[in-house]
Protein backbone atom coordinates (compact mmCIF):
# COMPACT_ATOMS: atom_id res chain seq x y z
CA UNK A 1 0.00 0.00 0.00
CA UNK A 2 0.74 3.56 -0.99
CA UNK A 3 2.41 5.37 2.23
CA UNK A 4 3.37 9.31 3.18
CA UNK A 5 6.64 9.80 0.84
CA UNK A 6 8.72 12.92 2.63
CA UNK A 7 11.74 14.43 1.21
CA UNK A 8 14.57 15.10 1.33
CA UNK A 9 15.22 12.36 4.31
CA UNK A 10 18.17 14.47 5.44
CA UNK A 11 19.18 17.86 5.05
CA UNK A 12 21.71 20.03 6.06
CA UNK A 13 22.01 23.68 6.26
CA UNK A 14 23.53 26.55 7.52
CA UNK A 15 22.23 29.48 10.00
CA UNK A 16 20.20 31.60 8.43
CA UNK A 17 19.81 29.55 4.97
CA UNK A 18 16.53 28.87 4.06
CA UNK A 19 15.07 24.90 3.82
CA UNK A 20 12.14 23.27 1.94
CA UNK A 21 10.71 20.08 2.95
CA UNK A 22 8.30 18.43 0.81
CA UNK A 23 5.12 15.80 1.61
CA UNK A 24 3.62 13.84 -0.64
CA UNK A 25 0.15 12.55 0.82
CA UNK A 26 -1.36 8.82 0.74
CA UNK A 27 -3.77 8.91 -2.28
CA UNK A 28 -6.95 10.32 -1.31
CA UNK A 29 -6.26 11.34 1.69
CA UNK A 30 -7.06 15.41 1.92
CA UNK A 31 -5.69 16.23 5.02
CA UNK A 32 -2.04 16.88 5.46
CA UNK A 33 -0.40 17.79 8.95
CA UNK A 34 3.29 18.69 9.96
CA UNK A 35 4.73 17.95 13.12
CA UNK A 36 8.08 18.57 14.21
CA UNK A 37 10.00 16.21 16.88
CA UNK A 38 13.10 17.36 18.56
CA UNK A 39 15.95 14.99 20.28
CA UNK A 40 14.69 13.06 22.50
CA UNK A 41 11.36 15.00 22.54
CA UNK A 42 7.78 13.96 21.57
CA UNK A 43 6.06 15.30 18.25
CA UNK A 44 4.85 18.85 18.48
CA UNK A 45 1.93 19.94 15.42
CA UNK A 46 2.81 22.68 13.03
CA UNK A 47 -0.16 23.22 11.08
CA UNK A 48 -2.59 21.48 8.83
CA UNK A 49 -4.39 21.55 5.45
CA UNK A 50 -7.66 20.61 4.25
CA UNK A 51 -8.14 20.47 0.60
CA UNK A 52 -5.35 23.25 -0.07
CA UNK A 53 -6.69 25.63 2.61
CA UNK A 54 -4.86 25.59 6.14
CA UNK A 55 -7.06 24.17 8.74
CA UNK A 56 -5.30 24.42 11.99
CA UNK A 57 -1.90 26.15 13.11
CA UNK A 58 -0.14 25.13 16.15
CA UNK A 59 3.63 26.03 17.25
CA UNK A 60 4.80 27.30 14.26
CA UNK A 61 7.39 30.11 14.08
CA UNK A 62 6.77 32.83 12.03
CA UNK A 63 9.88 32.19 9.93
CA UNK A 64 8.25 28.96 8.56
CA UNK A 65 5.52 28.55 5.68
CA UNK A 66 3.75 25.97 4.33
CA UNK A 67 1.36 24.96 1.67
CA UNK A 68 -0.68 22.31 -0.27
CA UNK A 69 -0.48 22.79 -3.35
CA UNK A 70 -3.81 20.98 -6.35
CA UNK A 71 -2.14 18.01 -6.89
CA UNK A 72 -2.46 17.52 -2.59
CA UNK A 73 1.49 17.75 -1.80
CA UNK A 74 2.34 20.33 0.89
CA UNK A 75 5.99 21.91 1.59
CA UNK A 76 7.32 23.55 4.39
CA UNK A 77 9.28 26.44 3.73
CA UNK A 78 11.67 27.59 6.68
CA UNK A 79 13.87 30.43 6.53
CA UNK A 80 16.67 32.08 8.69
CA UNK A 81 17.47 28.80 10.47
CA UNK A 82 18.33 28.36 13.77
CA UNK A 83 20.12 25.83 15.34
CA UNK A 84 17.04 24.96 17.79
CA UNK A 85 15.55 24.40 14.36
CA UNK A 86 17.46 20.85 13.78
CA UNK A 87 14.96 18.60 14.18
CA UNK A 88 13.08 15.33 13.11
CA UNK A 89 10.02 17.03 10.86
CA UNK A 90 7.12 14.68 10.04
CA UNK A 91 4.32 15.09 7.47
CA UNK A 92 0.97 12.84 7.98
CA UNK A 93 -1.78 12.30 5.75
CA UNK A 94 -5.20 11.34 6.70
CA UNK A 95 -8.92 11.71 5.49
CA UNK A 96 -12.34 11.25 7.71
CA UNK A 97 -13.05 8.00 8.44
CA UNK A 98 -15.72 5.46 8.84
CA UNK A 99 -15.90 6.10 13.04
CA UNK A 100 -15.72 9.74 12.57
CA UNK A 101 -11.65 10.52 12.79
CA UNK A 102 -9.31 11.34 11.41
CA UNK A 103 -6.42 8.58 11.50
CA UNK A 104 -3.24 10.27 10.67
CA UNK A 105 -0.71 7.91 8.85
CA UNK A 106 3.17 9.42 9.13
CA UNK A 107 6.21 9.70 6.65
CA UNK A 108 9.55 8.30 7.74
CA UNK A 109 10.21 12.04 8.40
CA UNK A 110 12.99 14.93 7.12
CA UNK A 111 16.30 15.01 9.46
CA UNK A 112 17.44 18.73 9.25
CA UNK A 113 20.67 19.63 11.04
CA UNK A 114 21.27 23.07 11.60
CA UNK A 115 25.04 23.95 11.69
CA UNK B 1 -5.31 22.25 27.39
CA UNK B 2 -5.20 19.03 26.23
CA UNK B 3 -2.55 16.87 27.76
CA UNK B 4 -0.74 13.23 27.93
CA UNK B 5 1.09 11.99 30.30
CA UNK B 6 2.92 8.24 30.03
CA UNK B 7 5.27 6.86 32.20
CA UNK B 8 9.16 7.34 32.05
CA UNK B 9 11.49 4.79 30.43
CA UNK B 10 13.34 3.11 29.43
CA UNK B 11 11.56 0.14 30.17
CA UNK B 12 14.00 -3.08 30.45
CA UNK B 13 12.24 -6.36 30.09
CA UNK B 14 13.60 -9.92 29.28
CA UNK B 15 12.22 -11.69 26.31
CA UNK B 16 8.30 -12.78 26.75
CA UNK B 17 8.20 -10.98 29.95
CA UNK B 18 4.46 -9.11 30.73
CA UNK B 19 4.52 -5.03 29.30
CA UNK B 20 2.48 -2.50 30.65
CA UNK B 21 3.35 1.33 29.82
CA UNK B 22 1.26 3.78 31.18
CA UNK B 23 -0.91 6.93 29.81
CA UNK B 24 -3.26 8.90 31.18
CA UNK B 25 -4.65 12.00 29.97
CA UNK B 26 -6.37 15.20 30.03
CA UNK B 27 -9.06 16.60 27.69
CA UNK B 28 -12.03 18.32 27.36
CA UNK B 29 -14.94 16.51 25.20
CA UNK B 30 -14.04 13.04 23.96
CA UNK B 31 -11.19 12.26 22.30
CA UNK B 32 -9.66 9.21 20.61
CA UNK B 33 -7.08 7.83 21.53
CA UNK B 34 -4.13 5.72 20.09
CA UNK B 35 -0.70 4.62 20.60
CA UNK B 36 2.35 5.03 17.96
CA UNK B 37 5.48 2.69 17.94
CA UNK B 38 8.58 4.08 16.36
CA UNK B 39 11.24 2.17 15.59
CA UNK B 40 15.40 3.75 15.56
CA UNK B 41 16.10 5.56 12.78
CA UNK B 42 11.88 5.67 11.48
CA UNK B 43 8.84 6.97 11.31
CA UNK B 44 5.61 6.92 13.62
CA UNK B 45 3.32 3.49 12.82
CA UNK B 46 0.08 3.18 14.56
CA UNK B 47 0.14 0.98 16.86
CA UNK B 48 -3.52 0.98 18.12
CA UNK B 49 -6.72 2.69 18.27
CA UNK B 50 -9.78 3.49 20.75
CA UNK B 51 -12.36 6.10 19.77
CA UNK B 52 -14.89 6.11 22.79
CA UNK B 53 -15.05 5.21 26.15
CA UNK B 54 -14.40 0.87 26.78
CA UNK B 55 -13.10 0.12 23.29
CA UNK B 56 -10.23 -2.23 23.45
CA UNK B 57 -7.41 -1.69 20.99
CA UNK B 58 -5.46 -4.21 20.08
CA UNK B 59 -2.79 -5.06 16.91
CA UNK B 60 0.00 -7.09 17.07
CA UNK B 61 -0.14 -9.02 20.44
CA UNK B 62 -0.18 -5.14 22.21
CA UNK B 63 -3.79 -4.25 23.60
CA UNK B 64 -5.11 -0.87 25.41
CA UNK B 65 -7.97 -0.10 27.05
CA UNK B 66 -10.07 3.06 26.50
CA UNK B 67 -10.51 3.79 30.52
CA UNK B 68 -13.02 7.24 30.81
CA UNK B 69 -13.19 6.55 34.30
CA UNK B 70 -9.90 7.01 34.98
CA UNK B 71 -8.93 8.66 31.92
CA UNK B 72 -6.39 6.28 31.00
CA UNK B 73 -5.00 4.06 28.00
CA UNK B 74 -2.45 1.96 29.37
CA UNK B 75 -0.57 -0.23 26.46
CA UNK B 76 0.02 -4.29 27.59
CA UNK B 77 1.58 -7.33 25.55
CA UNK B 78 1.51 -10.30 27.21
CA UNK B 79 4.74 -11.33 25.95
CA UNK B 80 7.35 -9.14 24.40
CA UNK B 81 10.03 -10.11 22.02
CA UNK B 82 13.46 -8.63 21.08
CA UNK B 83 12.02 -6.92 17.91
CA UNK B 84 9.23 -5.03 20.34
CA UNK B 85 12.32 -2.38 21.15
CA UNK B 86 11.32 0.52 19.99
CA UNK B 87 9.85 3.92 21.49
CA UNK B 88 5.92 4.08 22.14
CA UNK B 89 3.71 7.34 22.00
CA UNK B 90 0.47 7.81 23.28
CA UNK B 91 -1.42 10.29 21.78
CA UNK B 92 -5.24 11.94 21.67
CA UNK B 93 -6.62 13.94 18.97
CA UNK B 94 -7.82 17.24 19.81
CA UNK B 95 -11.96 16.94 19.25
CA UNK B 96 -12.06 20.83 19.47
CA UNK B 97 -10.17 21.38 15.89
CA UNK B 98 -12.33 19.87 12.91
CA UNK B 99 -9.12 18.17 11.89
CA UNK B 100 -8.39 16.48 15.15
CA UNK B 101 -4.38 17.09 15.25
CA UNK B 102 -2.98 14.84 17.58
CA UNK B 103 -1.27 15.48 21.12
CA UNK B 104 1.59 13.03 22.21
CA UNK B 105 2.61 11.93 25.34
CA UNK B 106 7.04 12.17 25.56
CA UNK B 107 7.18 8.72 25.03
CA UNK B 108 8.58 6.05 26.82
CA UNK B 109 11.53 3.87 25.51
CA UNK B 110 10.99 -0.28 25.61
CA UNK B 111 14.30 -2.30 25.67
CA UNK B 112 13.78 -6.29 25.55
CA UNK B 113 16.63 -8.52 26.00
CA UNK B 114 17.16 -11.91 24.75
Known amino acids: AAGVIQSPRHLIKEKRETATLKCYPIPRHDTVYWYQQGPGQDPQFLIS???????DKGSIPDRFSAQQFSDYHSELNMSSLELGDSALYFC??????????????FGPGTRLTVT | GNSVTQMEGPVTLSEEAFLTINCTYT??????LFWYVQYPGEGLQLLLKATKADDKGSNKGFEATYRKETTSFHLEKGSVQVSDSAVYFC?????????????FGTGTRLLVSP
Open chain 1, 49 to 55: FYEKMQS
Open chain 2, 27 to 32: ATGYPS
Open chain 2, 91 to 103: ALSDMNTGFQKLV
Open chain 1, 92 to 105: ASSSFGSEGIYEQY
